[in-house]
């Protein structure tokens, strides 16, 4: 009652290769999320914030309970968007027409984002989210922080923690945030839309 658990991935542990390799996920998900969850959950235990949803714990939490928690929404958001590589891969309908609105272009959204990931200083997250007029925006975000605590909806993330990516682009963040589009759901992103 009340324990969170380690998501499930919705695709096998190796179908987002080449773009992110199954020893990537392995450590990713079933080291680092796993930990944040079993540290979140200890944390818990006798606190007031005990069995509330994730999301009100992001919102309530302070410190190290802020930030095993932040991390376990980040990721889960992060590690439910993808699918396997696609050529060509690029949203659809209203999110399309959104983003052409607010940011010129797909090829102009997709510079700015990459651009603000590779530019973000040490651990954290670029993020494309909408805020409570349905405008696109796109934020960094440091360490375990998510845009719900700016009261916007989180879209699509890219994870920039090193963990993310080191295994296999080493210190190439840019090459890696690069090639991320190929496996981006898009029909997940849309449905937060
Ligand atoms: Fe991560």
Not at 73 to 94: E, I, R, V
Not at 172 to 185: F, G, K, M, S, T
Request: hydrophobic share 40%; glycine share 10%; net charge negative.
């Amino acid at each position: 009652m009340g324990k969170f658990e380690l998501m499930g991935l919705p695709y096998a542990i190796d179908a987002l290769e080449p773009v992110i390799s199954k020893e990537t996920i392995g450590f990713h998900h079933g080291k680092h999320l796993a930990g944040y969850v079993n540290n979140l959950n200890g944390l818990l235990e006798g606190s007031p914030l005990a069995g509330l949803p994730l999301e009100e714990i992001v919102l309530k939490a302070e410190g190290g309970m802020l930030n095993n928690a932040g991390q376990i929404l980040n990721h889960n958001l992060y590690f439910g968007q993808f699918c396997a590589p696609k050529a060509d891969n690029a949203p659809m309908g209203k999110l399309a027409d959104a983003i052409a609105r607010d940011f010129g272009s797909f090829e102009a959204f997709k510079e700015e984002f990459q651009k603000k990931g590779a530019t973000l200083f040490g651990s954290g997250w670029v993020w494309l989210s909408a805020d409570k007029d349905g405008k696109l925006v796109i934020t960094q975000e440091p360490n375990a922080a998510n845009p719900i605590q700016k009261g916007l909806r989180p879209l699509l993330t890219f994870d920039v923690w090193e963990h993310a990516y080191y295994l296999d682009y080493q210190n190439r963040r840019p090459d890696h945030l690069a090639a991320l589009w190929q496996i981006v759901d898009w029909k997940v992103v849309e449905g937060r839309f």
